[in-house]
């Protein structure tokens, strides 16, 4: 082997820069090498975490009065957590007060979160029973000072039961928003995560909410369900919270490399119109490793195209209201 030779590269990086067959010479100058670099998938990704991590701040508009939101599906795996822990992260680094109610006793929003949620920690469970304020059991999510989240720990299993005797069962939530409200703790959004069923909890979320968005996942069968959650959601609009109704619905777990995904975004699409947020959230490997790093994807990985999606839709999902609120100003006027 030549001396002048340094090596070759063998692997191909993720997005398509093959240097398996680019030979350096002991000639080949830095900036020739770095010229190289600069136009691969790694340097891009990088450029776009940058743009997240120091540009993002301020680029939103605050909305004109807090916004409470609501994540339903009662299909399980649809991506209900993982839409709000990383719209919440979304949001919020671009300087937005965003605080995220995890209602799933299952408490996987508070672990993507990285914040504690083991038996005893003050959580949404003693929040729904009326023992502390919304403010004494929120905490101050590790990696951004912006994100705030209440947890949820084991002891929620239990209130479905403890909340059939209470009084006023369906509210409590909403009574304990009004009180942080009162408080001052002004709040830009409030994302409400439910579990996966249609029980007390549940309706807690939608009773304390303005808007539902509503996660569909581009697989097969996805559509069921979504029937019966609509007709939950027209309920309890009509007798328990008129100002309730259905914002937005976000496509996820696409892959554009399959037929199926098409049929099912294109379908979703026309049966339910502009609901649908045009931002699709795709399969990423980085999306699922994130919440075991105690991180959203938008904190894990800037770069990826999975928090580049959750960005888009945040700034969707904020600036269409925007404008539909502008539009619906201007018709009364």
Same mark, same amino acid.
């Given at each position: 082997?030549?001396?002048?030779?340094?090596?070759?590269?063998?692997?191909?990086?993720?997005?398509?820069?093959?240097?398996?067959?680019?030979?350096?010479?002991?000639?080949?100058?830095?900036?020739?090498?770095?010229?190289?670099? *600069?136009?691969?998938?790694?340097?891009?990704?990088?450029?776009?975490?940058?743009?997240?991590?120091?540009?993002?701040?301020?680029?939103?508009?605050?909305?004109?009065?807090?916004?409470?939101?609501?994540?339903?599906?009662?299909?399980?795996?649809?991506?209900?957590?993982?839409?709000?822990?990383?719209?919440? *992260?979304?949001?919020?680094?671009?300087?937005?007060?965003?605080?995220?109610?995890?209602?799933?006793?299952?408490?996987?929003?508070?672990?993507?979160?990285?914040?504690?949620?083991?038996?005893?920690? +003050?959580?949404?469970?003693?929040?729904?029973?009326?023992?502390?304020?919304?403010?004494?059991?929120?905490?101050?999510?590790?990696?951004?000072?912006?994100?705030?989240?209440?947890?949820?720990?084991?002891?929620?299993?239990? *209130?479905?039961?403890?909340?059939?005797?209470?009084?006023?069962?369906?509210?409590?939530?909403?009574?304990?928003?009004?009180?942080?409200?009162?408080?001052?703790?002004?709040?830009?959004?409030?994302?409400?995560?439910?579990?996966?069923?249609?029980?007390?909890?549940?309706?807690?979320?939608?009773?304390?909410?303005?808007?539902?968005?509503?996660?569909?996942?581009?697989?097969?069968?996805?559509?069921?369900?979504?029937?019966? %959650?609509?007709?939950?959601?027209?309920?309890? &609009?009509?007798? %328990?919270? +008129?100002?309730?109704?259905? &914002?937005?619905?976000?496509?996820?777990?696409?892959?554009?490399?399959?037929?199926?995904?098409?049929?099912? *975004?294109?379908?979703?699409?026309?049966?339910?119109?502009?609901?649908?947020?045009?931002?699709?959230?795709?399969?990423?490997?980085?999306?699922?490793?994130?919440?075991?790093?105690?991180?959203?994807?938008?904190?894990?990985?800037?770069?990826?195209?999975?928090?580049?999606?959750?960005?888009?839709?945040?700034?969707?999902?904020?600036?269409?209201?925007?404008?539909?609120?502008?539009?619906?100003?201007?018709?009364?006027?």
């Amino acid at each position: 082997m030549s001396t002048d030779h340094v090596g070759s590269v063998s692997r191909e990086t993720g997005g398509g820069l093959n240097l398996a067959d680019t030979t350096f010479t002991s000639a080949t100058s830095t900036s020739a090498i770095d010229d190289i670099l *600069a136009d691969s998938p790694i340097a891009a990704a990088a450029q776009r975490a940058t743009r997240v991590l120091h540009g993002a701040s301020g680029d939103l508009p605050r909305p004109a009065a807090q916004r409470i939101l609501t994540v339903a599906n009662q299909k399980g795996g649809v991506g209900k957590t993982t839409t709000t822990v990383n719209l919440a *992260a979304a949001l919020s680094v671009h300087g937005l007060k965003v605080l995220v109610i995890d209602l799933d006793p299952q408490g996987n929003a508070s672990t993507a979160l990285g914040v504690d949620h083991r038996a005893g920690v +003050p959580s949404s469970y003693e929040v729904l029973i009326g023992e502390i304020s919304v403010g004494d059991a929120m905490q101050t999510c590790p990696l951004n000072a912006n994100l705030f989240c209440v947890p949820a720990t084991i002891d929620l299993a239990g *209130a479905e039961i403890e909340l059939v005797s209470i009084e006023r069962r369906e509210s409590r939530l909403k009574e304990a928003l009004n009180e942080a409200n009162a408080a001052d703790l002004a709040f830009d959004y409030i994302l409400i995560d439910c579990p996966p069923s249609l029980g007390l909890l549940t309706l807690n979320a939608m009773v304390g909410a303005t808007e539902v968005i509503i996660p569909i996942q581009c697989e097969y069968y996805a559509l069921e369900g979504v029937g019966q %959650l609509l007709r939950n959601i027209e309920l309890v &609009s009509a007798h %328990l919270n +008129p100002a309730l109704h259905v &914002s937005s619905i976000l496509l996820t777990m696409y892959d554009a490399r399959t037929k199926l995904a098409e049929q099912v *975004a294109t379908e979703v699409k026309q049966h339910f119109g502009d609901v649908v947020l045009k931002t699709a959230i795709p399969r990423s490997v980085k999306v699922s490793e994130a919440p075991g790093y105690g991180m959203t994807v938008i904190e894990y990985d800037p770069g990826s195209r999975g928090a580049m999606s959750y960005l888009d839709a945040g700034r969707e999902l904020a600036t269409r209201t925007i404008m539909s609120t502008s539009a619906r100003m201007s018709e009364e006027a």
